[in-house]
């Protein structure tokens, strides 16, 4: 029972997994998707996310009179030694014996368990119970103890529960069985453990017992004509278990960036020689960098050397790329002309992310969404611009300036429209006249003394207004015995202000 295992025999063991998968009871616990895989790409997936952790697994077998019929314990005896070599040599593994009682499990290596296994297995089962409470007691108890993320429990039967002598477990209704299924259920959101039944024979109790104690379990064989697919369909369901908490567990996470030679002070001078680290912070998902580039460079300045365009990276692999700028004087266009000193700030960025995004989509049901791109520390490189006159930015400043200084133009005139025309100002009882030429100025006054008794003035102006128009006027007239008063005249007008009437004859407009 001690031969080396070969890696094509596990792998046609997962290939007969494939459809076994399809064909063995869906989980009945919610929380457990169903899966389906090819062989080869899932067996590649699990080796990649999943490497040496190592999943640790309880296998239960009952030794009780009854296992002699059929050959149920024959077929036991015959999978254990290929099912222990297919595990991996970070895994752990107990064998539970029990019937009336059951046997420690002590967690072994693959190896110490297949040393062990001649031993610990008895030539003819014996037993005169099938007691699985005192089964479970023992492998809740190991997996426990051994601190793995993900536990199996391999129950191995072909009778129903029968333990008379033990009132802990006698039947369903005993005390023994909510402690059972609390410590099962008590474990930490970092920890999985699962109960995968196999029944030895049809109408075996396996499943009514799994589900007493056992928050997630699955029942991979109910006719004990496949035993064989069913411990393998264990592991692979207990690996995948593993990659789903790994996916998960590494979300949000991606490549940092970091530059070892940094100086702690002041930035590094443009002609010397660079090295970026990139590293993934991913516990078990594989990263890749695409379109990988440095940022922040000037016009003019280049990266030389080893600068791939990607860069894969394992889980927690750190990767040093060396490389120098192409000039330590950029080249930009300004106000003035002539050599400026200026710094720098270089950063990486590309595409992140992981060769088994969708492989994990497939197999576990869930995304692997990592950080979109590198993120980290940008580095101060301090170099010297060659700046020249730019004519562009020096057309499009005057450009600007005329604008602005044609809309305050049209907004002055708009608002001080010059007027050109004449206003007549003719006292009512007097009938004298006095003529008052515009002349094209925005404001003028006149005397009207001549038309009063006494002193009294005129102050016209435009009212602002479109520029096309001929404008309104506003007359302002002040005489000495009264308050200043006024009124706006229209082209044509006449009107009457501190007893005189004035007339507002504009000039025509000029038509080219």
Request: hydrophobic share 40%; net charge negative.
């Amino acid at each position: 029972m001690n031969d080396t295992p070969t890696r094509p025999a596990r792998r046609a063991l997962a290939a007969a997994l494939a459809t076994a998968f399809l064909a063995l009871g869906p989980a009945l616990s919610p929380s457990v998707p169903a899966r389906a895989a090819d062989s080869g790409d899932l067996e590649q997936f699990l080796d990649t996310v999943v490497g040496t952790r190592g999943a640790s697994y309880a296998i239960a077998v009952d030794t009780s009179q009854s296992m002699a019929n059929g050959d149920s314990y024959t077929k036991v005896r015959a999978v254990l030694p290929t099912f222990l070599k297919s595990l991996h040599p970070e895994d752990l593994v107990c064998l539970i014996l029990f019937s009336d009682g059951a046997r420690t499990c002590e967690m072994v290596s693959r190896d110490e368990a297949l040393a062990e296994l001649d031993e610990a297995l008895p030539v003819t089962p014996d037993g005169s119970a099938s007691n699985f409470g005192r089964a479970f007691e023992q492998a809740l108890d190991g997996l426990q103890r051994a601190g793995t993320d993900v536990g199996g429990v391999l129950l191995l039967s072909d009778a129903q529960l029968h333990a008379p002598d033990d009132p802990k477990y006698r039947d369903f209704s005993a005390s023994g069985w909510s402690a059972l299924r609390k410590q099962a259920s008590g474990l930490p959101a970092d920890r999985t453990l699962t109960g995968y039944g196999i029944a030895l024979a049809p109408g075996a109790e396996v499943e009514d017992v799994l589900a007493k104690v056992f928050p997630g379990y699955r029942m991979l064989d109910e006719s004990g004509s496949r035993t064989r697919a069913a411990m393998t369909a264990a592991q692979d369901d207990t690996r995948l278990r593993q990659a789903d908490l790994a996916v998960a567990g590494d979300q949000g996470k991606g490549v940092s960036v970091s530059w070892p030679d940094r100086p702690q002070n002041g930035p590094v001078p443009a002609g010397s020689d660079l090295r970026v680290r990139l590293t993934a912070t991913t516990d078990a998902l594989p990263v890749h960098i695409g379109d990988l580039r440095i940022e922040g460079l000037p016009e003019g300045v280049e990266p030389v050397g080893e600068l791939p365009r990607s860069v894969d990276l394992k889980p927690g692999e750190s990767r040093d790329i060396d490389l120098a700028l192409s000039s330590a004087t950029a080249h930009r266009k300004g106000w003035g002309s002539g050599p400026r000193a200026e710094t720098w700030h270089l950063s990486v960025d590309g595409r992140v992310s992981t060769p088994v995004a969708r492989a994990a989509e497939r197999f576990v049901d869930r995304p692997a969404r990592l950080a979109a791109s590198p993120a980290g520390e940008s580095l101060a490189v301090r170099g010297t611009a060659q700046v020249s006159v730019d004519p562009v930015r020096w057309a499009a400043l005057l450009g600007a300036l005329l604008s602005a200084l044609a809309l305050v133009t049209v907004l002055l005139l708009r608002r001080y429209r010059p007027v050109r025309g004449l206003v007549s100002a003719e006292g009512v009882d007097a009938r004298q006249q006095v003529q008052i030429p515009l002349q094209g100025r925005r404001e003028v006054t006149a005397d009207l003394s001549p038309l009063l008794e006494s002193n009294g003035s005129v102050r016209i102006r435009s009212v602002p207004g479109p520029l096309r128009e001929q404008p309104p006027i506003l007359l302002r007239c002040r005489t000495a015995d009264r308050p200043e008063r006024e009124i706006v005249c229209s082209p044509g007008e006449t009107v009457l202000l501190c007893g005189i009437e004035f007339h507002y004859a504009p000039l025509p407009t000029q038509r080219g």
